[in-house]
């Protein structure tokens, strides 16, 4: 008698519930640490980004690692595990991503395709909030002059922010 099998699309449906199971087990160890992204390809490629509070380290990528990959068994369906931090060049997805980078330099685009370089002097669940300096017609005679602008930034109306390295 043959063995029933079941579609594969509940295989992998079941397979990424168990994943995704493991990997907020393993995150519970850890409350600093945060999901930014989370993936299982066709071909049983499992890729999981991490943030933190206070960064990433390579024992916290294996740490997480070891959550997923010692409870999976390889018999049953084989893959493979990549564990990231998110790099200082991926867009900010997170509030948290935002209130961990207070004060340093963000470049922000928002839905209305406005470019922002400024620096991120403070964030809540809701906005970010940035201040820089720009040039702008005097109000009394000719010329410009030089102000100070703060705005906040609700998440919503941004498109893709990013933090800027300035050497």
Request: aromatic share 6%; hydrophobic share 35%.
């Amino acid at each position: 008698m043959r063995e029933a099998r079941l579609p594969s699309f509940c295989t992998k449906m079941d397979f990424k519930s168990k994943v995704k199971n493991l990997l907020e087990e393993g995150l519970k160890n850890n409350p600093s640490l945060f999901l930014i992204d989370f993936t299982i390809s066709d071909s049983y490629k499992i890729t999981v980004v991490l943030d933190g509070d206070n960064g990433v380290s390579l024992q916290d990528c294996m740490d997480i690692s070891r959550a997923i990959e010692h409870n999976l068994d390889r018999e049953e369906q084989d893959f493979s595990l990549e564990v990231a931090s998110a790099g200082v060049s991926m867009p900010l997805k997170m509030s948290r991503q935002y209130i961990k980078n207070i004060g340093r330099n963000i470049k922000i685009t928002t839905n209305s395709n406005e470019v922002i370089e400024a620096k991120l002097v403070d964030a809540n669940d809701e906005k970010a909030i940035l201040n820089w300096k720009e040039r702008v017609q005097k109000k009394i005679g000719k010329g410009k002059e030089t102000v100070e602008v703060t705005r906040d930034f609700p998440y919503s109306d941004i498109k893709e922010a990013i933090i800027t390295i300035k050497f």
